[in-house]
C-alpha cells in the first residue's frame, strides 16, 4: 500500500523561508512523478511545482524563482520543496502528490497536507 506523508508546514514571518518535505512509502511504488500542490481557503487546489524522474520540473508562475523542488537521491521517492521569500499570499494547506507504479498498477496519491501561514 502506498502512503504519502509530508512534514514541514508551520507558521513564518513574511520573506521567510520554510522547506517541505514529502515521501512516498511502499515497497513496490516507483514514482514517475512527484508534485506539490496547495489550497487556500475558498480556492481550488493548484500546481505549485512538479518534478518529474527524468528531471524536469515545472512551477507556477507566482513561485517562479523563489521555490525549488528537488529530490533526495539517497531516499527512494522523497522530495522537497523549498519556499523563500514567502509571501502572505502563499498562505495554503499544501499537498504532496506521487503518481507512478505499484509494482505494475499505476497510480496517483496525495498526502494529508501540511499547513503554511505566511503572517507578521
Known amino acids: 500500500q502506498v502512503q504519502v506523508v509530508e512534514s514541514g508546514g508551520g507558521l513564518v514571518q513574511p520573506g521567510g523561508s520554510l522547506r517541505l518535505s514529502c515521501a512516498a512509502t511502499?515497497?513496490?511504488?516507483?514514482?514517475?512523478?512527484m508534485g506539490w500542490y496547495r489550497q487556500a481557503p475558498g480556492k481550488e487546489r493548484d500546481s505549485v511545482a512538479v518534478l518529474s524522474s527524468g528531471g524536469t520540473t515545472n512551477y507556477a508562475d507566482s513561485v517562479q524563482g523563489r521555490f525549488t523542488i528537488s529530490r533526495d537521491n539517497a531516499k527512494k521517492n522523497t522530495v522537497y520543496l523549498q519556499m523563500n521569500n514567502l509571501r502572505p499570499e502563499d498562505t495554503a494547506v499544501y499537498y504532496c502528490?506521487?503518481?507512478?507504479?505499484?509494482?505494475?498498477?499505476?497510480?496517483?496519491?496525495w498526502g494529508q497536507g501540511t499547513q503554511v501561514t505566511v503572517s507578521s
Open positions: 511502499g515497497s513496490g511504488f516507483n514514482a514517475v512523478v
Open positions: 502528490n506521487a503518481i507512478g507504479y505499484d509494482t505494475t498498477r499505476p497510480g496517483n496519491y
